[in-house]
């Protein structure tokens, strides 16, 4: 994926949220609505730095029941705050891509995933999800391999990202 955007000149960076802290959510909107911050010190401060400093947004995932896994799910739920502070992504783009097993629930992915993008004002120009009954086995290039045509339909999305 990093080598398809830097072809297009396009600087990336690839956040596994496996490899960071994201405590769930606690709900408790009283302190976030009123701070605009989490009352939690974890790796989403500088998460949601980065997503205020980035041009777009690309978001993969597995399919888990028809939602992303909970991982994806605790980012998302915190990143609630960008919308209580009605912060402007509205100039932002994004790219959703799912993975998984089953045709519907990776449609329902694909929607739910994008819906969170839009409530924010972000700009979904692509999404695509990719049927696939294997495992990732530790590298997410094996996407590529485990995925005969995703390289094709990715790059069809980088393009979207640098056209204005």
């Known amino acids: 994926m990093r080598a398809i955007l830097e072809e297009r ?4 960076e690839v956040v596994l949220l496996r490899e960071r802290v994201v405590i769930p959510c606690r709900g408790c909107v009283e302190f976030c609505n009123k701070n605009l911050k989490c009352v939690d010190n974890d790796d989403m401060v ?3 730095r980065k997503m205020k400093d980035s041009d777009a947004y690309i978001l993969a995932s597995p ?3 028809s939602m992303p896994p909970g991982l994806l799910k605790d980012f998302i739920d915190k990143c609630s705050i960008f919308f209580t502070a009605k912060t402007d ?5 994004g790219i959703v891509l799912v993975v998984g097993s089953d045709e519907g629930s990776m449609k329902k992915n694909v929607a739910n995933v994008a819906g969170f ?3 924010l004002g972000v700009k979904v120009i692509a999404k695509a999800a990719f049927k696939s009954n294997s495992e990732l086995k530790g590298d997410y290039e094996d996407i590529f ?3 005969p045509g995703l390289e094709e339909e990715l790059e069809k999305m980088a393009a979207k990202l640098v056209k204005k």
């Open 89 to 93: 992504l509205s100039k932002k783009k």
């Open 117 to 119: 993008l839009e409530t």
């Open 145 to 147: 391999k485990l995925n």
């Open 63 to 65: 399919t888990y029941f």
């Open 46 to 48: 500088e998460l949601m």
């Open 9 to 12: 000149g396009i600087e990336n």
